[in-house]
């Protein structure tokens, strides 16, 4: 879902956006499913270390879930108020928000990986994408300080809708991250 935003934001398709918003439905149905069926299995006898994989799975659909909702809600709204801005970003800022983007769709592709083949590296690997995420919106944010003026109104639209999408990305990193904390021992997830 969040690798096709990208690409429906540059083409401004907004047929792109509207399929990316459907999906969302669907991951209400499947997240609904597997909460019955881990609701199932929970009235079973399980074992200590059962029940912790129990928890951590409810942890990783509800905040892939979230994950969804964030992209649905928030990233497909911004996707439709870019399109009616005209395309007057620098090069700079967009490779500045190409970056966050992707190191964002690593996070999320780690996180899956964590969850789906209970693999701590990948985990941690999502831990670490900290710094470079928090770099990479600081730079920008920076550098849209250093350009403001309040003489531009379709520049101040497209620096709102520039720092929303940063916060959108920082909101689904953090999702990324709960997820993963729950896939390493304790001692590993605390040092965030």
């Known amino acids: 879902m ?7 934001l540059r083409d401004r398709d907004l047929e792109a956006l509207e399929e990316i918003a459907r999906r969302d ?3 209400d149905i499947l997240e609904a499913e597997i909460l019955r069926y881990l609701g199932r299995i929970r009235q079973g006898m399980l074992t200590e270390e059962e029940s912790g994989e129990l928890e951590r799975l409810m ?15 928030d990233m497909v709204a ?9 395309a007057t970003t620098s090069e700079e800022t967009r490779e500045l928000l190409t970056g966050l983007y992707l190191t ?8 899956v990986r964590a969850v789906h083949d209970n693999d701590q590296r990948a985990a ?4 670490q994408l900290k710094d470079a995420i928090r770099e990479n919106a ?19 639209a497209l620096t709102r809708l520039q720092m929303a999408f940063v916060d959108q990305m920082r909101r689904i990193y953090t999702l990324t991250k709960r997820i993963s904390k729950a896939f390493l021992p304790p001692v590993l997830a ?3």
């Open 2 to 8: 969040l690798r096709d935003v990208g690409p429906a």
């Open 25 to 27: 439905d669907q991951i």
């Open 59 to 73: 942890i990783a659909a509800d905040n892939l879930e979230n994950l969804a909702d964030v992209i649905e809600t």
């Open 78 to 86: 911004l996707s439709r108020q870019a399109r009616d801005l005209p």
């Open 104 to 111: 964002v769709i690593d996070a999320v592709e780690l996180t």
């Open 124 to 127: 941690g690997s999502v831990l």
């Open 138 to 156: 600081d730079k920008l944010l920076a550098r849209k300080a250093r350009k403001l003026t309040a003489d531009d109104d379709t520049y101040l």
């Open 190 to 192: 605390q040092r965030d």
